[in-house]
């Protein structure tokens, strides 16, 4: 009854298939997998083993280790399957190449459906009563008259009193097999795919509640074109019961299933030989496939699809995440300067906390210049004092509320102290909370109560930002979109690896750094970072690298894969302070021997570095790719590879949204990179939405390729939205809002009330980064871009259908109504 198996083909080795996928020779993956199975992290082996990996980044290595742990999954799984059906007897040579060439975990459940133990199902009790063989002379020749045939099965014994008990149970039968067949199940899954339309209304009743996601209240787009934020808003806005979400393969249809007699039932049909040619078994078979298809199949592929959809959405929506946790990690430090952190407040006053050139806090208070105290004389005498005392040159202020009545208040400051060099910055303040009421914020800061913590993060994220938001639970960021819907195993993992890869990447100075920043580089743990820290504390500052091996439990395989990225400034080797490896410093006292210097002094010396022909100093141990790295090194040593420090000015006298103006060109921080856009902070309390239609004159595929979070920008305001607390800006500084409104069909005039879109706070830590700028891409000839130009909103009583920025904040949470807030 089943189609024959296609001929089984030998499956690729392991590291053939991830060499294949990721475009890169077996014999690197093969290295790779060795070093990963030994133990080895990846930015060990990204930076140190160059020679057997043949120079895969890190971000190969990375997919590679992502790849390799879910095919041993499906190994594993396969294995599993193989044992379970061959249990039953029923393992053949086909069925086995079958499974082992499975490349999907989707595939090998297919392969494995029809073998599953199931409950007692209706085809099984038809079996049992002896209706299979009907079932299959019936498919096997339809010349047959059914109900003649029927009746040579009435068996009153094995419950079936007449004919068309012993039908019913055929069809059973029948639809059973036709859903088990794994060819048929991919062959329909991936049309579908291909050809299906995402339908969602609102459930009935919920206009009202569920307004946020009215942009989906009636709704239609391809299932393959999705993009993973739309995808995600309507997963959510399906979750909050606000609207019903199908897949369909003809628009009129309310489901899947009801295209019954279209192309779905038709290859069932097919798979099977069934068609209707006026013979005798035809119709009753026809009826079989197409209730196979209707009642069994097009219910789960619809949910294997949705599946699909939020599978590829997750992936985009923690890539998007990662990209944007990078770029406020490698955000640009202040360096070694004293700090006044400020954490805004009204009611319950500004706390203040002074760090000193080390990241220690030295001085604490709390002051009262807004309402109801406004206590502004006296709170500026207790910050020049403190100015002074410490010498302080930064002051970081915290973005949240009161922070723009807070940098009025350091203006006054600056102008009152005009023979101190005082700079500036509004900081993002995101997980500055979280930290405060951390356990480890409770050991490193026991004297000081939880809000004068909030402070001591603002001052410090600013001084070094890796060095403290790893310090904070990734998520609580808040640099990421829809992080709460999507696979939490999953972001966690990511979210780590990008945090190790940049803590490894700007290395860690290992006499004054966190357990906290410890713990990320590689090979360490938790349990190895605080006993270096206590041995620290204990012994004194470590002077040479190898005095790490002194540290309880650091064994040799923890020191080979950390002592890389382990600084000592100022130590007994002058090594110790660079990214050369311990196990590499004889390649370096060759070097100087050949030179006839000591090791110092070739350190930094760019001329006699670059005369050196790095293949002269290879050896079997070392090759060309570790020899011109450790030149490279000794050139720069301990090089910061994070860009120098800048902040953004805001505009005097914009400090809410009603002091903007349509037209109006500011300066700003990209707080928060989307697939749709990016959101810049301009130091109004709500950011503003760069739709990616207005990001640069060119086509982009990605907000991430003009801008990252913490890059400073310059935009134009298009549209504001009082009432929904929304602002449209353009990275296109050119750009006419009144022609725009014109192009959109609205009537002219400048309303600076107008409608646009709106923002979702982000989680830059400081303003600026170095990276950014107008000039990042929103200049330059070529084509316009192919997205839709963004559109005004409308007002609640008629919903939008086309409006990519209504979409954004719709499927950002974003509520409509400024009373009820946003998600």
């Known amino acids: 009854m089943t189609p024959a198996a296609a001929s089984p083909v030998a499956p690729a080795s392991l590291a053939e298939r991830i060499a294949a996928e990721l475009g890169v020779r077996p014999d690197q993956v093969a290295a790779t997998i060795e070093m990963l199975d030994e133990g080895a992290t990846v930015p060990f082996i990204a930076r140190y083993r160059k020679e057997r990996t043949g120079g895969l980044d890190d971000t190969q290595l990375r997919n590679l280790e992502e790849r390799l742990t879910y095919l041993r999954e499906l190994d594993a799984r396969k294995q599993t399957v ?26 090998l459940e297919d392969l494995y459906r029809p073998y599953k133990v199931k409950r007692r199902t209706k085809a099984q009790i038809a079996r049992e009563r002896g209706l299979g063989d009907l079932a299959e002379r019936l498919l096997a020749d339809p010349t047959l008259d059914p109900a003649t045939l029927a009746a040579e099965f009435v068996d009153p014994a094995k419950e079936v009193p007449d004919a068309d008990a012993a039908l019913e149970g055929a069809r059973d039968i029948l639809v059973e097999t036709f859903c088990d067949d794994p060819e048929l199940s991919t062959n329909l899954r991936e049309h579908t795919w291909e050809n299906a339309t995402i339908k969602t209304v609102v459930e009935e009743g919920q206009e009202e509640a569920g307004a946020r996601f009215r942009d989906y209240f009636e709704y ?46 038709s290859q069932v049909m097919r798979r099977f030989n069934v068609s209707d040619q006026g013979r005798p078994a035809d119709e009753f078979l026809c009826g079989a496939a197409r209730l196979a298809w209707r009642f069994r199949l097009a219910l789960r592929i619809e949910t294997d699809l949705v599946t699909r959809l939020r599978e590829a959405a997750e992936i985009s929506a923690i890539d998007v995440f990662a990209k944007n946790l990078k770029a406020l990690l490698l955000a640009a430090p202040a360096g070694p300067l004293a700090i006044l952190g400020l954490d805004p407040g009204l009611r319950t006053g500004v706390k203040v906390a002074v760090v000193d050139r080390t ?9 009262y210049p807004t309402p109801p105290r406004n206590d502004i004389e006296g709170s500026l005498k207790v910050l020049e004092k403190l100015v002074r005392a410490h010498g302080i040159s930064l002051v970081s202020v915290g973005n949240g509320t009161g922070s723009r009545e807070t940098d009025r208040l350091v203006v006054d400051l600056m102008h009152r102290m005009p023979d101190v060099k005082l700079q500036k910055i509004i900081t993002n303040e995101a997980g500055a909370s979280v930290y405060s009421a951390s356990e480890l914020a409770s050991k490193e800061l026991p004297h000081l109560d939880v809000s004068l913590r909030g402070a001591a993060s603002i001052a410090r994220r600013v001084q070094d930002p ?31 690896a990008v945090v190790e890869d940049c803590v490894n990447a700007v290395g860690v100075d290992v006499n004054t750094a966190s357990a906290a920043l410890l713990e990320r580089v590689a090979g360490m743990t938790k349990t190895l970072a605080e006993n270096l820290v206590a041995y620290r504390n204990e012994h004194a500052a470590f002077r040479r690298r190898k005095d790490i091996l002194k540290v309880p439990r650091l064994g040799p395989k923890a020191y080979e894969q950390a002592a890389g990225f382990l600084r000592i400034m100022g130590g007994d080797d002058p090594l110790d302070r660079s990214a050369v490896h311990p196990e590499a410093y004889p390649v370096v006292e060759r070097i100087a021997k050949k030179a006839k210097r000591d090791v110092a002094s070739i350190i930094g010396d760019a001329a006699f570095l670059r005369s050196l022909n790095p293949a002269d100093y290879v ?26 420090f800048k902040t953004a000015a805001f505009k005097d006298g914009v400090e809410k949204i009603q002091d903007l103006a349509v037209g109006m060109k500011l300066e700003g921080v990209v707080t928060n990179v989307t697939d749709f856009g990016a959101f810049v902070d301009v130091g109004v309390h709500q950011d503003g939405l760069v739709h990616i239609s207005q990001m640069s004159y060119t086509f982009i595929k990605s907000p991430s390729e003009v801008v990252s979070a913490g890059d400073i920008v310059h935009v134009k305001v298009m549209s504001i939205d009082l009432e929904r607390n929304r602002i449209a800006m353009s990275m296109r500084l050119d750009d006419d809002p009144q022609a725009a409104r014109v192009e959109r069909g609205e009537p002219r005039g400048d309303r600076t009330a107008g409608r646009g879109p709106g923002p979702q706070r982000g989680g830059s830590p400081r303003g600026g980064g170095g990276r950014g700028g107008a000039g990042r891409g929103p200049r330059g000839g070529g084509e316009r871009s192919s997205e839709p130009r963004p559109s005004t909103f409308t007002t609640s009583e008629a919903p939008l259908k086309n409006n990519p920025f209504a979409k954004a904040f719709a499927a950002k949470g974003l509520n409509a109504d400024p009373k009820k807030g946003s998600k």
């Open 82 to 107: 193989l044992e379970a059906i061959e249990s039953q007897g029923k393992l053949t040579t086909a069925l086995q190449a079958a499974i082992m060439e499975a490349d999907t975990k989707t595939r």
């Open 220 to 265: 239609s787009e391809p299932l393959k074109n999705v993009p993973s934020h739309r995808a995600l808003a309507m997963l959510r806005g399906r979750g909050e019961n606000a609207i019903s979400l199908n897949v369909v393969l003809d628009p009129e249809d309310k489901r899947l299933g009801d295209d019954s007699t279209g192309v779905c039932a």
């Open 359 to 367: 990241g220690q806090v030295v001085a604490t208070d709390t002051i």
């Open 466 to 496: 890796l060095a403290e938001l790893v310090k904070i639970e990734p998520k609580a960021i808040g640099v990421g979109q829809y992080q709460h819907d999507v696979d939490q195993t999953k972001l966690t993992r990511s979210l780590g």
């Open 619 to 644: 050896d079997e141990t070392f090759g060309l790719p570790t020899v011109t790295d450790i030149l490279a090194e000794l050139e720069k040593p301990g090089r910061d590879p994070r860009p120098e």
